[in-house]
Nanobody, 120 residues
Framework: QVQLVESGGGLVQPGGSMRLSCSAS????????MGWYRQAPGKQRELLAF???????YYVDDVKGRFTLSRNNAENTVYLQMNSLKPEDTAVYYC??????????????WGQGTQVTVSS
């Protein structure tokens, strides 16, 4: 059973910083891509950033220069460092990974979500 376990989140003031982490555990062959989405109240879930299978990075324009995605391959963990946070960054943040459970099977997995609130 593959699981994505998130940590981090909470309340931060505008202009502040926060780091989220997500670790994949369980039995699997490889991680194809891994990253973060968020969903604000009344809005659709949106992609923020992820590592592609070739290890290149993608960022949505809204977070470029403010958010940084990094990873520890040995621990199957990705980190989202968020700086210069704005009230509009308030959302539930979800980790996502496309994981190969064997040579032929790829499955999408989601973390449980962690609330990030940016407010004074």
């Amino acid at each position: 059973q593959v699981q994505l376990v998130e940590s981090g989140g909470g309340l931060v003031q505008p202009g502040g910083s926060m780091r989220l982490s997500c670790s994949a555990s369980g039995s699997f062959s490889s991680i194809n891509n891994m990253g973060w989405y968020r969903q604000a109240p009344g809005k659709q879930r949106e992609l923020l950033a992820f590592f592609r299978a070739d290890s290149s990075l993608y960022y949505v324009d809204d977070v470029k220069g403010r958010f940084t995605l990094s990873r520890n391959n040995a621990e199957n963990t990705v980190y989202l460092q968020m700086n210069s946070l704005k009230p509009e960054d308030t959302a539930v943040y979800y980790c996502h990974a496309l994981i190969a459970t064997d040579s032929l099977t790829y499955t999408n997995y989601w973390g449980q979500g962690t609330q990030v609130t940016v407010s004074s």
